[in-house]
């Protein structure tokens, strides 16, 4: 730490984000949540010399034409619709700028990890509300909240859905209060709420191309919300980084949301792969949360969840462990090809085998 840092950030703990090996060939990635097929075929295509060329102008500050698509792709108007670099910058903004009275945020304390970090950054009090016994989300936690309220939905690393109603009863109850609703995994079979805007001016709404459109890379985040709401994100916009997205990425997030067809194709083989894979964990004896995302939550009886973690890295598998209070037992999966599953299924029957040759007391505790 040089002298020069400011006394507010000494104290600041980081973001962790999941391990980006340089050397991927013979490597099983499973531990981002990163789609395992490439963007839609349109990407492919922008490309070329020409828009190399084109990189010495700068790119539209408003990404109009992108605005377009997802407008079109949800039947909204653009002035509902903010982009940015990466979902991950829209919530950067929201915890900057939408802190309510108290420069309060209430959201589940198991979920996205970097929302206590934006919280520490942007000096607002972090509200971490507990997860019910089954790791659901209890609407009635959040009913009259003093702060601004942000969910995962699906909520990660559990995977498991809130309902529409359940996520209506907290906007109805929080007339006066922003609630946040992180999308990011919502295309991989739970309901969006984008069709409760019509209702409701405090719900903002926000998603990324990085998971269900395989653009992790090319860093491309949308909010959808009430046009006020959306002003005033583009007004902090405007007042930080006016290009948030490159030309590149814009094209590309045209593309990716203009082909609709690959998109339905792509993440309901991916929820196909979900299915088949927790029905054969689970005869492994694994107990998975349920999962509407593009990962699961997994634990089994009998190995630690960072024992299982270790050993599949010696797979050449790797995949998420948090080794927080409540989820020590957990590892994440990414979703990958069938293929991959099933590697990863092979490796696990092996590490089970092995597992129980070495530990004594593994017969005792399967039979309890
Ligand atoms: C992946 C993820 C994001 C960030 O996505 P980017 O658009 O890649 O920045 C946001 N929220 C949650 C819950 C995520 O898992």
């Not at 922008?46 to 039947?75: K, M, N, Q, T, V």
């Not at 909240?145 to 859905?161: Q, R």
């Not at 894979?277 to 190995?303: D, T």
Request: hydrophobic residues 35%; proline residues 5%; contains cysteine.
């Amino acid at each position: 730490m040089s002298r020069f840092l400011d006394e507010r950030y000494k104290e600041l703990e980081p973001y962790t984000p999941g391990e980006q090996p340089k050397n991927l060939k013979r490597l099983i990635k499973l531990n981002t949540n990163e789609n395992p097929y490439p963007p839609a075929p349109g990407v492919l295509k922008i490309i070329s010399r020409e828009e190399a060329e084109g990189l010495r102008l700068y790119s539209d500050p408003e990404a109009a034409e992108l605005a377009e698509a997802i407008g079109d792709f949800y039947g909204i108007d653009k002035s509902m619709i903010m982009t940015g670099n990466g979902s991950d910058e829209i919530l950067a903004f929201i915890f900057m700028i939408f802190q309510g009275k108290n420069r309060r945020f209430y959201f589940p304390e198991i979920s996205y990890s970097f929302y206590p970090v934006y919280c520490d950054v942007f000096g607002a009090e972090a509200v971490k509300v507990p997860l019910a016994s089954d790791f659901s989300v209890n609407p009635r936690d959040y009913e009259r909240a003093d702060g601004t309220i942000v969910i995962t939905n699906p909520n990660a690393p559990t995977g498991m859905a809130m309902s529409l109603k359940d996520i209506e009863r907290i906007l109805k109850s929080n007339r006066e209060n922003l609630v946040v609703i992180d999308e990011a995994y919502v295309d991989f079979g739970a309901e969006s709420c984008v069709k409760l805007l019509k209702g409701y001016d405090n719900l903002l709404v926000v998603q990324t191309f990085s998971k269900s459109r395989s653009l992790a890379g090319a860093r491309i985040g949308f909010a959808l919300g009430h046009e006020e709401v959306i002003a005033d994100l583009n007004r902090i916009k405007f007042s930080f980084n006016p290009y948030n997205l490159n030309r590149l990425s814009i094209k590309a997030g045209v593309e990716a949301m203009r082909d609709r067809e690959y998109f339905e194709q792509m993440t309901g083989r991916i929820i196909r792969t979900r299915e088949k894979f927790v029905s054969e964990m689970e005869k492994m004896g694994f107990i998975l949360l349920p999962s509407k995302a593009n990962f699961v939550f997994a634990r089994h009886e009998s190995i630690p969840g960072e024992e299982y973690f270790t050993k599949l890295r010696k797979y050449n598998i790797i995949v998420r462990y948090f080794g927080k209070p409540r989820i020590r037992d957990f590892v994440r999966i990414t979703i990958g090809t069938d293929n991959e599953m099933e590697e990863l299924l092979t490796a696990t029957q092996e590490i089970l085998k092995e597992y129980r040759q070495e530990d004594p007391q593994y017969e005792k505790k399967e039979n309890t």
